[in-house]
């Protein structure tokens, strides 16, 4: 069973920074492609930044330049740096892992870390 547990979320003002983190368990970490997704208040959740087994990154255009990806492998933790933080990244920001089988794929999702930026 896959779990991932994310922290780090907090309330900072805008043009600050926050570092989440997010400890994955339950399969070779060192394989696993990792993303991060927030979500707002009445709004889907969508795709933040990723981070292959490889270490190839990559960003959506409203974080590029300012959030980074990274990952230790030795402590199974993925982490985002997130600077130059602007009210609009006020969301819960989640941990993925997906499974994929031959008939489809599957997603497992942290609980979730809350980031608010106030103005």
């Known amino acids: 069973q896959v779990e991932l547990v994310e922290s780090g979320g907090g309330l900072v003002q805008d043009g600050g920074s926050l570092r989440l983190s997010c400890i994955v368990s339950?399969?070779?970490?060192?394989?696993?492609?990792i993303q991060w997704y927030r979500q707002s208040l009445g709004k889907q959740r969508d795709l933040v930044a990723g981070?292959?087994?490889?270490?190839?990154?990559n960003y959506a255009d409203s974080v590029k330049g300012r959030f980074v990806i990274s990952r230790d492998n030795a402590k199974n933790t993925v982490y985002l740096q997130m600077n130059s933080l602007k009210p609009e990244d006020t969301a819960v920001y989640y941990c993925?892992?997906?499974?994929?089988?031959?008939?489809?794929?599957?997603?497992?999702w942290g609980q979730g870390t809350q980031v608010t930026v106030s103005s």
């Open positions: 339950g399969r070779t970490f060192s394989r696993t492609d």
């Open positions: 993925n892992v997906k499974e994929r089988f031959l008939s489809g794929e599957y997603d497992y």
């Open positions: 981070i292959s087994s490889g270490g190839r990154t």
